[in-house]
């Protein structure tokens, strides 16, 4: 047996080393991430130029997320698990259509963007200057043909995550991320922010390209035969319309910030989105990996139970659920606490440089702060969202999400009218709150007005290790700020090393002491060994 087929069963082992694999490649992924902003701000500061930058990502974002997005995520597991099991020749069908569709569909909204970019920048950001929306127009051009790399990009990532091909479909986007740093680094010195539009677009098309070898190993083979499949791809998109419209809600949420983000002082767009990206990582790299792990099986077992009327698989269902959530929280919980407490080095370690100046890096602290709260509610938001999909139902997260508009748009738009960009965030995390508490409850009666066990207990652990870790550090952190002044690197480097190494001692001591984490409830042999075999019956 070579190296990659041992790595690939390694792969599929369980829910487990999948989430670890995933996870493994998302941290170098997102390294590259944390790298390409430090150098955006280093480059141009929170400036009106990334303002644009970011104002930019808006109309291809939409298009996107709309078209492609809403299929991917919440239609395309269940239609093709249903595919492949009529064989692989079938699959490769469908694959290949959608590739064709997707081109055509994002070939032709680039070219209308194309048309009418001026408008849509004049629309997007009315508190623009003239150079400002001038500028817009010409990047909304440049973006307009990422959606057609990442649409592919991420068609073949859902594939291989369905082979349970988990390292190369999470490794993919440090490609992507390098060619946006390859456009801040080099290509920014020639064309201003229009580069780093184009090493957007690089990036896109990297992220697609390094997956087809193993798509190829996987045997696929471009197999055009769209009359063949054209039932498969209606009943994806019938499934994908109300994922569509939540899609148009949350774009739509995006387009209102940005539009209240050009009203508030030069860079306040560029704060938000600075502390938006920050605290996103450990989202990308915790709840993402469970998530991309827990979904395909869990559309798997949502099929086989439909089909077969099987109580063992609807409980290996709920299982994996429970599991996948209270793992995820048991880590977001206290990472957010730690996170709200060290926010500050945490803006200058990865902002703090050239251009970026302190007045930013205060700002952008304040908005992190309030993002941190809503951490954990939105990596369980994430989960919950694709559960749903899973069982074929993309009409409630609508729902949910309709009904959290309500607060959300007079909400941020109150907020930030005192409190600028910590207000707009302020305005999202408590809109992200009530969809996150809305959907468990109905996921719960859903399925039973189950209670969910582990994610209970996760809960409350996560809340108190995190209290164990974030007081003592916060304290020692305030204490060493009193004898340590200064904010250079070096004093903010020795502060932080020191608070919170003093923090995690305290987490681990809790943790061995008082045995604040059962390792058993996630660990139950016997749940685990019936779930792989109930993932296994035909």
């Not at 809403?70 to 590739?99: C, H, N, Q, Y």
């Not at 064309?191 to 539009?197: F, L, Q």
């Not at 609807?314 to 060290?342: G, H, N, Y």
Request: glycine share 8%; charged share 15%.
């Amino acid at each position: 047996m070579t190296f990659f087929e041992r790595f690939a069963r390694f792969e599929r082992k369980s829910l487990e080393t999948g989430a670890f694999i995933v996870g493994g490649a998302t941290i170098v992924g997102s390294f590259l991430g944390i790298l390409k902003n430090s150098l955006l701000a280093s480059r141009f500061g929170a400036s009106a130029s990334l303002d644009v930058y970011f104002a930019a990502f808006r109309v291809p974002d939409l298009l996107y997320n709309i078209f492609i997005f809403s299929t991917l995520s919440g239609a395309f597991f269940p239609i093709f698990s249903r595919v492949l099991l009529r064989g692989k020749d079938e699959a490769w069908k469908l694959l290949s259509s959608l590739m064709w569709l997707f081109s055509l569909v994002l070939g032709l909204g680039a070219i209308a963007v194309f048309i009418t970019s001026h408008a849509f920048a004049s629309f997007l950001a009315p508190g623009f200057s003239t150079s400002q929306l001038d500028q817009l127009s010409v990047l909304l051009r440049i973006l307009m043909l990422q959606p057609i790399g990442m649409a592919l990009a991420n068609l073949f990532a859902n594939v291989l995550q369905i082979f349970k091909r988990f390292f190369i479909s999470t490794l993919a986007p440090v490609f992507y991320n390098g060619g946006i740093i390859i456009g801040t680094v080099w290509f920014s010195q020639w064309w201003g922010i229009a580069g780093v539009a184009w090493g957007v677009v690089l990036g896109s098309l990297a992220y697609a390209l390094v997956q087809i070898p193993t798509l190829r190993n996987l045997e696929f083979r471009f197999s055009f035969r769209f009359r063949e499949v054209y039932g498969d791809i209606k009943d994806m998109m019938l499934l994908m319309i109300p994922r569509s419209m939540t899609l148009v809600m949350n774009q739509f949420v995006l387009f209102w910030i940005t539009i209240l983000a050009s009203l508030l002082p030069v860079g306040s767009l560029a704060i938000y989105s600075f502390a938006d990206s920050i605290q996103a990582l450990p989202q990308t790299v915790i709840a993402l990996s469970f998530v991309t792990v827990a979904f395909p099986r869990l559309a798997d077992l949502w099929v086989r139970s439909e089909r077969g009327s099987r109580d063992k698989e609807k409980q290996a269902f709920i299982r994996v659920f429970d599991r996948s959530a209270a793992e995820t929280c048991l880590w977001l919980i206290p990472l957010a606490m730690l996170l709200v407490v060290f926010s500050e080095p945490v803006v200058r370690f990865l902002l703090g440089y050239g251009n970026f100046v302190a007045q930013d890096q205060n700002i952008t602290t304040l908005t992190l702060i309030v993002f941190a709260i809503g951490i954990p509610f939105q990596g369980l938001l994430m989960l919950l969202i694709r559960t749903f999909f899973a069982m074929e139902d993309t009409k409630h997260p609508l729902f949910a999400v309709l009904a959290s508009l309500g607060f959300i748009i007079p909400g941020t738009w109150f907020l930030s009218s005192r409190i600028g960009a910590p207000g707009l965030a302020a305005g999202m995390v408590i809109g992200v709150v009530l969809t996150t508490v809305y959907l468990l409850f109905l996921l719960s009666k859903r399925l039973g007005a189950v209670s969910f066990p582990k994610l209970r207990y996760a809960i409350q652990r996560g809340l108190a290790i995190g209290a164990i870790g974030a007081l003592p550090g916060g304290a020692a952190y305030m204490l060493l700020d009193f004898f340590m002044q200064g904010n250079g690197f070096g004093v903010t480097f020795v502060r932080t090393s020191i608070s919170g190494a003093i923090s995690l001692a305290a987490m681990g001591i809790a943790v061995l002491i008082y045995k604040l984490i059962d390792v058993s409830v996630f660990a139950d042999e016997q749940n685990h060994r019936e779930e792989e075999n109930t993932a296994q019956i035909n």
